[in-house]
């Protein structure tokens, strides 16, 4: 499965966000990270799209949306004679997930909260957006207020963000396989995997644990 990764993001450089996000992808093969450019390339643009099967949009919530980066890019590549799904689209199959960083706590995303609306309101055209085109949306990534957040919650971060660009399916049992998979790769030879989930057998006690929460998550 090849990945795409369309960050959209003003202030890119100075992102303590996204350059973590960047770091955290970079190991990943078959994974592709895309900022958009200030001027759009129509073939090269297209082309990245439609070679990947996952389609990530990555962006900072400004003032309830996406920057307008991101709605120009839609509006110029993904012309609807290409994508739209009644007309034999070319993104029919395809997966889009959405992570979204956040400048408020995830509970403000509520009814009585700050903001009085869900998350998953907000992001609603781009549900109307999958289904138009025939794509599977997934369920988005939400990441609250980074700068806050403690090194093990950033820890927790890395893996979960990995395994939305690489795991089969968002499902537990696709979840649980990918840990598996990591979890067997987690020797002294690696030090990326360890600089970030410790070692041996105390990070394997923590992914254990952390393995039960995402099963509590998914059973809830």
């Given amino acids: 499965m090849k990945t795409l990764i369309i960050v959209a993001h003003p202030q890119l450089a100075t992102s303590a966000t996204q350059q973590f996000l960047q770091a955290s992808a970079a190991p990943l093969t078959n994974v592709t990270w895309h900022a958009l450019p200030a001027h759009l390339d129509l073939a090269a643009e297209q082309a990245l799209l439609f070679g990947a099967d996952r389609i990530v949009l990555q962006f900072p919530l400004y003032w309830y949306a996406a920057p307008a980066a991101l709605k120009a890019w ?45 998350l998953s309101t907000l ?56 840990w598996q998979a990591r979890l067997a790769q987690a020797t002294p030879e690696q030090p990326a995997l360890a600089e970030y989930v410790a070692n041996q057998a105390e990070e394997y006690e923590r992914l254990q644990d952390t393995l039960r929460e995402l099963k509590a998550e998914d059973d809830g």
């Fill in 123 to 178: 992001l609603a055209p781009y549900a109307a957006l999958a289904r138009r085109t025939g794509m599977t949306l997934l369920p988005p990534l939400p990441i609250a207020q980074f700068s806050y957040q403690t090194e093990l919650a950033h820890q927790r971060l890395l893996i979960r963000y990995q395994q939305y660009l690489t795991a089969a399916s968002q499902h537990f049992t696709d979840r649980q396989a990918w």
């Fill in 74 to 118: 839609l509006d110029t590549v993904w012309q609807a004679h290409l994508v739209d799904a009644a007309r034999g689209g070319r993104l029919r199959g395809k997966q889009l997930g959405l992570v979204v960083s956040l400048g408020q706590p995830a509970a403000a995303f509520q009814l009585g909260g700050a903001v009085g609306v869900s």
